[in-house]
């Protein structure tokens, strides 16, 4: 019997994640230089993991609320209020969810129908486009180019707009070029939105890794708000990604519709995360900034490495990705992630793994210690010499 076939059709058309095919053979290497995955290299401050461990203590092991413990609610909502001047009803605005991964797939199982069209700039974080297929939507690629520095414009979403587009799919900054959308540039994308009667699911879970600039919300936008399901986790800002803890904030008929799904599918996010949560929210900002500060370091590093080499690149301004071209070598960034691997022994990530506009790139996490980053750009050298 070939089980195969019993998958469903919408499964077998997601390509493998190219990142995991690479890192399977990264597992079985010694002495590997990895700056491959996008995950701090920092433990969640202690504050944090104690303040989980009190709520054990204090007997916080049940269910919570579908929508989450109403303390983590509001407090986010009081965040996001405080940061970029936008409010959200905490009861019926907002939804805990695990992690930004499933609020992803629980927006795109909300708003679309079989066949609608979803526009997703890239390069782009790999599971965008999966998410869209796994709800029955297709994902319309829109290119985005180093020329201009990845950031996404009206005229590229303009030549990708079809009659069955619904939704747009931003995440900013970015995974994985590191680019930001300034507040005039959003402006007019938020113009091309209201102009088409678009949704705008907005991923911002690398909000505070802003390095050049302030970040802005989109949901804060004039008209925006209640066309956007603004979503952020505590994942990559107070290096929390194994607590899986994430949400979603948006008007009420969206928050309700992925509620709808949530409690069925997942009934609700892991308790002792969301009362490390409220903690991370509460108390969680300063040691949260001195780790943007160490990214920051390390991101002056690695460009400045990087034109040392020779290897031409957009210098990112937030996130903690570095996305140079190796156009110039002749190679595609398969081959030239695979050459380095087995010559030096420096783990990247082809930049085609993001979208095709990828191609020509290698993505590189400086999420990683300074002696990791340094023996990276001398090894990495050394193969560029080496050819
Ligand atoms: N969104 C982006 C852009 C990411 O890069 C990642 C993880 O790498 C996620 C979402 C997933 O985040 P979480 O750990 O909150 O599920």
């Not at 690479?22 to 995950?39: H, P, Q, R, T």
């Not at 113009?191 to 390095?211: C, G, K, P, Q």
């Amino acid at each position: 019997m070939n089980w195969s076939e019993r998958i469903s059709p919408a499964v077998r058309s997601i390509p493998p994640s190219g990142i995991r095919r690479f890192f399977d053979i990264v597992a079985e290497m010694k002495d590997v230089v990895s700056l491959g995955v996008g995950e701090p290299d920092f433990v969640t401050p202690w504050h944090i993991r104690e303040s989980c461990v009190e709520g054990l203590q204090r007997g916080y092991t049940a269910y919570t609320s579908n929508y989450g413990l109403l303390e983590l609610r509001q407090e986010i909502a009081k965040t996001i209020c405080r940061k970029y001047g936008v409010t959200y009803d905490p009861k019926h605005e907002a939804l805990v969810t695990v992690g930004v991964s499933e609020a992803l797939d629980l927006a795109m199982r909300a708003i679309l129908a079989p066949g609608d069209e979803v526009l997703v700039p890239q390069p782009c974080y790999v599971s965008y486009p999966a998410c869209v297929t796994l709800a029955g939507g297709h994902p319309i690629p829109v290119a985005t180019t180093v020329e201009t520095e990845f950031r996404l414009t009206v005229e590229q979403l303009e030549q990708a707009i079809t009659p069955r587009t619904k939704a747009i799919l931003l995440g900013y900054p970015n995974n994985p070029t590191g680019a930001i959308m300034p507040r005039d540039e959003l402006l007019k994308i938020a113009a091309f939105a209201e102009d088409h009667d678009l949704i705008v699911i907005s991923d911002e879970i690398y909000a505070d890794l802003t390095y050049e600039g302030e970040h802005t919300c989109f949901s804060s936008l004039p008209g925006m708000r209640d066309r956007t399901i603004l979503l952020n986790g505590f994942s990559k800002a107070y290096a929390m990604t194994g607590w899986r803890i994430g949400y979603a904030l948006a008007n009420p008929d969206f928050i309700a519709a992925m509620t709808k799904i949530h409690q069925f599918t997942m009934l609700c996010a892991p308790v002792t995360a969301q009362v490390a949560a409220i903690e991370a929210l509460r108390h969680g900002e300063c040691h949260m900034n001195s780790m943007v500060a160490e990214y920051n370091r390390r991101r002056r590093l690695m460009v400045e490495g990087f034109q040392r080499i020779g290897l031409p690149c957009f210098e990112p301004k937030g996130a903690f990705y570095i996305f140079p071209s190796i156009r110039e070598t002749g190679m595609t960034s398969l081959e030239f992630a695979e050459e380095l691997l087995k010559k030096q022994k420096v783990a990247l990530v082809p930049g085609d793994a993001f979208g095709a506009s990828g191609e020509g790139f290698v993505r590189c996490s400086y999420a990683s210690s300074v002696a990791n980053l340094s023996e990276a750009l001398t090894r990495i050298e050394k193969f560029l010499k080496g050819r």
